[in-house]
């Protein structure tokens, strides 16, 4: 089957992803679409980079979106306060907003996001960075509240073997005798490892099925 790079970063199509390079985030929600459908969710780190983002979270939904990338881009979104729900959010920013009542809205945000952050959730937020946090109305409030829940980016591709932890793709299972690893096809052939189309996400799984298969086909050799 095709080889591809999997465990890999993402390519965005967002200009500002570069604004944010080497900023990694260590507790978010992580979710992917293709269209309406979601094919892949997680909570962990994440981490941006100047062509998009990486992180353990992003590396393990590449070997979910290897195939279809290639078709078509998709989207990433970000929940930057999991452990908030809305309701509990927008209490949260009300308050923030009520111990800065006189500062400007640029200068409201240090507690709730790191610096680097900041620009591009104002931006994002259409909300003017110079305009009193007691000018800002309940609807505005709200709309930054769905963008900090919702903080989403467009998946255009995957980088290269270079930068993969493994491959997907390789030999076909199906041609593989699982009781001994050796080749269906030709007799005294064993595979073992990424040589077989057979990944897994992180977590050391991968190096198990490395392991499992190597011993497996190195003890049912009759040398």
């Known amino acids: 089957t095709k080889c591809m790079p999997a465990l890999v970063p993402f390519t965005a199509a967002e200009e500002w992803v570069k604004e944010l390079q080497g900023l990694s985030l260590r507790n978010c929600g992580v979710t992917i679409y293709d269209g309406d459908h979601k094919i892949y969710e997680d909570f962990g780190e994440l981490l941006f980079t100047h062509f998009g983002v990486s992180g353990p979270t992003v590396l393990s939904a590449s070997s979910y979106a290897v195939d279809i990338i290639r078709k078509r881009p998709l989207r990433l979104v970000i929940d930057l306060k999991p452990a908030l729900d809305e309701k509990q959010l927008d209490a949260r920013i009300l308050r923030d907003f009520e111990a800065n009542i006189n500062r400007k809205f640029m200068n409201s945000l240090d507690k709730l996001f790191p610096k680097s952050l900041i620009p591009v959730i104002i931006e994002r937020s259409g909300i003017d960075a110079q305009c009193r946090v007691n000018e800002i109305t309940r609807d505005k409030r709200q709309g930054l509240v769905k963008l900090i ?19 997907h793709g390789g030999v076909d299972v199906k041609e593989i005798d699982s009781s001994t690893m050796e080749s269906k096809l030709i007799k005294g052939l064993y595979f073992a490892g990424e040589m077989i189309d057979v990944d897994a996400v992180t977590g050391g799984f991968n190096l198990q099925v490395a392991w499992s298969t190597g011993y497996l086909a190195g003890i049912s050799q009759n040398i």
């Open 149 to 167: 829940k919702n903080f989403d980016l467009t998946l255009t591709g995957l980088r290269g073997f270079n930068e993969a932890i493994i491959t």
